[in-house]
């Protein structure tokens, strides 16, 4: 009893270790950030970015300058397990000009070092055959004739064809043909078309139901509630997306003061949203665009996770969802 004791007490320790491992990697992915950080600059004669993405103690670093191939880098701690680059391409063209050509050979040679002759199959004479006579008369069925040479006797299946053939021959009544039964027939089988006005009402008349239902479903409190909640959910996302530091300068000019002061009339909308890490300078005379810029943030899968699985258990976004699926 003692040993079956010692047995579940050794098991149940592995178990609560086991929860404790997986409660431990959850937590560690919910709240410990990913942190990422962008620059680069894009001209007329360049442009080059590079981006970092950290989480813990795997690391990402992606570069690109223009003109060549982008590279990709990713680490575990000190450990460099993926590489994409320059490398790479360079090994693949190492590798074809080491690859001699097919027709680099040995004249008289092939690869093999034989010669042609040797190399191919050896040919096997094929053994002579008897001639046939020419004149030699075709064999006849044995089918058509019998041991005397008289014809054989026809078979069934020629009686029932010329049997049904007399049958067809007999001559028919004369005189006029009742059409009511056709024309009674006729009229069942064949069900009078919709023209082009009936498939129209229909296609109204189904957008009209459609939109009554939409309407009926927005009306609802259960249906408004949720989509307060889901502005408020967007924002709070939004938010924390957004760079916590950095800043990118913008020269921006469409060649037509016009065109370059309507653009910045439609981006102060969104001041509040980039005004601390978005400056634009405009250019009313000249066409260009031009940009530099170091941004860098983080993002907590916890802070998007949380409020959005909260949002979904709600019983009136369940509620929303199945209304939603019935239009």
């Not at 093999?112 to 001639?131: D, F, H, I, M, Y």
């Amino acid at each position: 009893m003692a040993v079956v004791l010692t047995i579940l007490k050794i098991i149940g320790i592995i178990l609560l270790c086991i929860l404790g491992l997986l409660l431990l990697l959850l937590l560690m992915v919910l709240f410990i950030p990913v942190r990422y950080r962008v620059n680069g600059a894009y001209t007329a004669e360049n442009m080059y970015a590079t981006a970092k993405v950290r989480w813990f103690i795997f690391r990402v670093i992606a570069n690109y300058n223009k003109g060549d191939p982008m590279s990709v880098k990713a680490k575990v701690a000190w450990f460099t397990v993926y590489s994409m680059g320059v490398k790479k391409k360079e090994d693949e063209q190492h590798i074809e000009i080491e690859l001699p050509p097919l027709e680099e050979t040995s004249s008289g040679d092939t690869a093999a070092g034989k010669k042609p002759e040797e190399s191919g199959p050896e040919t096997v004479p094929k053994p002579e055959t008897a001639e046939k006579p020419a004149d030699k008369p075709a064999e006849q069925p044995a089918a058509t004739t019998g041991s005397a040479g008289e014809k054989s006797p026809k078979k069934p299946e020629a009686e029932e064809k010329k049997k049904k053939g007399k049958k067809k021959k007999e001559k028919k009544p004369k005189g006029p043909k009742p059409l009511e039964g056709k024309v009674e027939d006729s009229a069942e089988e064949k069900p009078p078309e919709e023209g082009p006005f009936d498939k129209l009402e229909a296609f109204r008349a189904k957008v009209e139901t459609k939109r009554s239902h939409i309407e009926q479903f927005l009306a609802r409190d259960a249906t408004k509630r949720t989509i307060e909640r889901g502005k408020k959910l967007l924002k709070k996302i939004f938010k924390h997306l957004k760079p916590t530091k950095g800043r990118i300068d913008l020269h921006m000019g469409l060649g037509s003061a016009a065109d370059t002061g309507m653009i910045l009339g439609k981006a102060a909308k969104f001041y509040p949203l980039y005004g601390k890490w978005l400056f634009i300078t405009p250019n009313f005379y000249e066409k260009v665009i031009e940009a530099e810029g170091d941004i860098k943030g983080r993002i907590r899968i916890g802070t998007i996770a949380i409020p959005g699985l909260i949002f979904y258990l709600r019983k009136d976004t369940r509620r929303t969802i199945k209304l939603a699926k019935k239009i």
